[in-house]
C-alpha cells in the first residue's frame, strides 16, 4: 500500500472526499461502484467494483470458446481492464487498461466493426503499440440494467482477416448473455 499524504475527516454522514487527483489516477468517476474491504490492523480499503470481474472465471471460459469458435482472437473486458482473453497473447491483452477510445466507445454503447481490413482496428489498451498487428474487429457492448458494464472483442488472428455478419453475430449473443448473467 502507498501513501498518499492526504488526509480527511468523516463527516457527520460517514462520507470521506476522494481527492480529484487520486480520483483521476484510479479512473474513477461520479457514479462508479467502490467495494469496501477491511483487515485486521483496522485498515479500511476502496477497491473499484467491477460486477464483470465477479465472472473472470466464467468469462476466461466464454473467451476460450468463442475464440475456438470462430479462429479469432476473443477478449472480455471490464470498464477499466481487459479481464480476459483467449486465441492470442495474454500478455499483450490480460488485466492490460483499456484505451481511451474503447472507453468513449463504451461510455456511447457503440458496436463497432472495422470495414473490410481497409480500416485500423480500435486500440483495446491503453499500451497498444502504434503499430497495430489487427486489423479486423468487433466490438460489442457488455449491457446490463441499462448500463454498460465491459465488451465482447473478436480480433482476427490473420493481417487480411475480414469480419462479417457471423463475428458480429456471435460477438453480440456473447455480449446479451454476459450482460444476462449480471442482472440474474
Do not use: W
Not at 11 to 33: A, F, N, Q
Amino acid at each position: 500500500m502507498k501513501a498518499t499524504g492526504v488526509v480527511r475527516r468523516i463527516d457527520d454522514l460517514g462520507r470521506v472526499v476522494i481527492p480529484k487527483e487520486i480520483r483521476k489516477t484510479l479512473r474513477i468517476k461520479e457514479g462508479d461502484p467502490l467495494e469496501i474491504f477491511t483487515d485486521r490492523e483496522g485498515q479500511v480499503i476502496l477497491k473499484k467494483y467491477s460486477p464483470i470481474g465477479e465472472l473472470s472465471e466464467f468469462a476466461s471460459g466464454y473467451a476460450e470458446t468463442l475464440s475456438k469458435t470462430t479462429g479469432h482472437i476473443a477478449c472480455i473486458t471490464d470498464k477499466d481492464t481487459v479481464i480476459a482473453v483467449s486465441g492470442g497473447s495474454k500478455k499483450e491483452f490480460l488485466e492490460q487498461d483499456i484505451s481511451p477510445e474503447l472507453e468513449k466507445l463504451m461510455d456511447d454503447k457503440e458496436v463497432y466493426t472495422s470495414k473490410d481490413n481497409s480500416d485500423m482496428a480500435m486500440p483495446i489498451t491503453r499500451n497498444g503499440n502504434s503499430e497495430r498487428k489487427h486489423n479486423a474487429q468487433v466490438v460489442y457492448p457488455i449491457i446490463s440494467n441499462g448500463d454498460t458494464i465491459g465488451t465482447v472483442i473478436l480480433i482476427s488472428k490473420e493481417a487480411n482477416g475480414k469480419m462479417n455478419e457471423v463475428e458480429k453475430k456471435v460477438a453480440q449473443s456473447a455480449a446479451t448473455f454476459l450482460g444476462s448473467q449480471m442482472e440474474i
